[in-house]
């Protein structure tokens, strides 16, 4: 009710309720608002009355229908070319909160959807105080427990209470597989690291790194014996203890007499491995051949593989992308404290969820890294406070005070994993605000020209220039009955999206349709020219995208490579905005080590040019090129939340309440390490990094 009524000094027909839904319930002239007078007049309430002026009774009864009548009678006047027909018809009163319910259940639109909860919120439900079930259940008790209360206890406590309950005899053997298969599926959570998760924790509120493990450890328990398991990068959102741990449960899974298939980048799990299968030689078109195949230390000594430069140290990221100095940064008391120029962002007294008071500082010119255990709070602190403050939010006790630098709040950008778009009208080029500017330059062709062509004729969402066929998709949908819908390339234009007529359009001797299927190299080479689409296809290239094709459909990108066009396409944005905060969320996603160094030089660049760029992230490699490392912990749920270490990455390899201080420690001496790779490798390593 707070929500929807946003003016209770007003009355509900004078803007008592929000404007977005004010129209739709009380001020205009259909069901909803015939049903309320009708109401209105029944309970002889003064709709004219200030909200705040009516009984506690009466708004009950306006909002959620309390104390209404069975049923009352509406009636409705619609006006005709002839005459007035009259609508007679009875309805009950579910309140103004239950019609909003109502629609909410029934919104088929993801935007009215998205709307109507702008004025929800979730309550505790006051019939079973938000235990669930009904009260015979409830009271039901085993070792003097109630269930709701053994669901409330963490894994960790609900494992010594399983093992100790007071069952002998009888009541024991009855029991006896139920307690197993309890004992055995909470030691395997425990097991993955989460014995600080309270057993009735929403999945919703999950971190990434620990959905996974908890669907690893329900493959776990189920023992089955074999069977051909495939996990594709269980380490993603993983710090590395916790990989650790997911290697000893992979490794259970195999002795268990099951085959394991990991699709992985990470190079301790690769280590552990019996057998690995190296693809490549490089991404994209370029890819598709088995380089190396063999236990690990045969891929290790194969000069040919770039996974194996990896395994062997080759490839360090703090070693190859570099890192300043703190002079250069100002690392001294007053540097870090004024940040580059003067200039930082601080939210002070972050306290959502569990977070515990952090105070976090991100200046401009630094690149900063949050790492940290799996569910310590540093999404939280980063995306659910900072950017939102940042955003211009209003606290709601999620935090104390944003202290942003003077001139106003700077402009924030947010890097996550998510997709770039679900169908084949999705292109890297059109993500990236390419098409924008190859359609600018065919509309200035003489071909054009003449028919008379501007810019609409070749986007392949215009109708003016699209296949009619395939509608500008490349390809046509078959619904299948009870399989996923297929994609077929359209036999009108075949797969190339555009009319006859607008394929007849060339620029130097290449349709539209040609320069969508160039390689990112490719084109960069045919439009270097042009300063704008150079621009953008440079920044493909610096993350490692030379290889993609402009006009591949999103559907066909694997999750590294959409979100390094996503990546991309923010980037192209911010090198010319001042002052812009960056945030990156987990960006080694899907990445090999050859590609994090593009993505290691793209960062170090954009934080010399003066952004605040901050990098959420558990990989070594580039927490270990941050300026700045900040550290959440020391584990996760309610044992997190605070901040227990912070500075340069050499500062917290040493710093002994560190959690990720170990294991950086192995990245910084690994890059301190020789490298003397063979003539052969060397030359590979230099075409991987570019």
Request: include cysteine; proline fraction near 6%; charged fraction near 25%.
């Amino acid at each position: 009710p707070d929500l929807l009524v946003t003016h209770p000094e007003k009355s509900l027909t004078d803007g008592a309720i929000t404007a977005r839904f004010g129209r739709y319930l009380v001020k205009g002239k259909g069901y909803y608002e015939h049903l309320l007078r009708a109401v209105a007049r029944a309970h002889r309430i003064d709709l004219e009355r200030p909200y705040r002026d009516l009984t506690s009774a009466q708004q009950a009864l306006l909002m959620h229908g309390e104390g209404a009548r069975e049923s009352y009678r509406v009636e409705i006047d619609k006006a005709s070319e002839r005459a007035e027909v009259q609508e007679r018809f009875t309805a009950s009163w579910p309140g103004l909160c239950g019609h909003v319910d109502a629609w909410h259940a029934k919104a088929e639109d993801p935007g009215w959807a998205e709307l109507l909860e702008t004025v929800m919120s979730e309550e505790t439900c006051r019939a079973c105080a938000g235990e669930r079930l009904r009260p015979e259940a409830r009271a039901v008790t085993v070792g003097d427990k109630r269930l709701p209360e053994v669901l409330a206890l963490s894994v960790g406590a609900a494992l010594p209470w399983v093992r100790a309950l007071p069952l002998e005899g009888a009541r024991a053997a009855a029991v006896e597989p139920v307690l197993g298969e309890l004992t055995s599926r909470l030691a395997l959570l425990e097991r993955v690291g989460l014995a600080y998760l309270t057993l009735d924790r929403p999945t919703s509120t999950l971190s990434g790194g620990e959905a996974r493990r908890v669907r690893l450890s329900a493959s776990l328990g189920s023992q089955l014996v074999g069977v051909c398991y495939v996990l594709d990068e269980p380490t993603v959102g993983l710090h590395p203890a916790d990989v650790e741990r997911l290697g000893g449960a992979l490794l259970a899974l195999r002795d268990g007499g099951n085959t394991v298939l990991v699709v992985e980048h990470d190079e301790g799990l690769m280590e552990q491995a019996d057998w690995i299968v190296d693809m490549g030689p490089a991404a994209g078109r370029h890819g598709g051949n088995v380089v190396a195949a063999g236990p690990p230390r045969e891929v290790r000594a194969n000069p040919d593989s770039l996974t194996g430069a990896a395994l062997r140290g080759e490839l360090s990221l703090r070693r190859l992308a570099g890192t300043r100095n703190g002079a250069a940064l100002g690392a001294g008391p007053e540097g870090r404290d004024a940040g580059i120029g003067g200039r930082s962002v601080r939210i002070e007294g972050a306290r959502l969820h569990n977070l515990k008071g952090v105070d976090f500082e991100a200046r401009f010119g630094v690149l900063t890294g949050v790492c940290g255990p799996s569910g310590s709070g540093k999404s939280t602190l980063v995306l659910d406070t900072l950017v939102p403050a940042l955003e211009g939010e209003e606290p709601e006790g999620r935090w104390t005070r944003l202290v942003s630098p003077p001139g106003g709040r700077p402009r924030t950008v947010v890097v996550d994993a998510s997709p770039i778009g679900r169908t084949p009208a999705s292109v890297p080029a059109t993500y990236t605000g390419l098409m924008e500017s190859v359609r600018e330059l065919f509309a200035r062709t003489p071909d054009a020209r003449v028919r008379g062509f501007g810019p609409g004729h070749f986007s392949f969402n215009s109708p003016r220039g699209r296949c009619p066929a395939c509608e500008g998709r490349g390809a046509l949908r078959v619904e299948m009955q009870f399989l996923a819908d297929l994609w077929l390339t359209c036999e009108e234009c075949e797969g190339r999206r555009y009319a006859p007529e607008v394929l007849e359009v060339r620029f130097r001797g290449r349709s539209i349709a040609d320069l969508l299927a160039m390689s990112v190299d490719e084109a960069l080479d045919f439009l270097s020219a042009q300063p704008r689409a150079r621009e953008i296809l440079e920044t493909l290239r610096d993350v490692g995208l030379g290889y993609l094709g402009l006009g591949q459909s999103s559907t066909t990108l694997s999750g590294g490579e959409a979100q390094r066009v996503k990546l991309a396409s923010e980037l192209f944005s911010a090198q010319s905005a001042e002052r812009s905060v960056l945030v990156l969320d987990e960006p080694s996603t899907g990445l090999h080590a050859s590609d994090a160094l593009h993505l290691a030089r793209v960062l170090r660049r954009l934080a010399e040019r003066g952004h605040a760029v901050i990098l959420i992230e558990h990989h070594t490699g580039l927490l270990s090129i941050c300026d700045e490392l900040v550290e959440l912990g020391p584990a996760g749920g309610e044992a997190g939340g605070r901040r227990i270490a912070g500075g340069s990455p050499e500062e917290l390899a040493r710093d002994p309440a560190s959690v990720t201080g170990p294991f950086l420690a192995r990245e910084l001496e690994r890059a301190s390490a020789p490298a003397r790779p063979a003539a052969r490798r060397r030359r590979r390593l230099k075409e991987a990094a570019g």
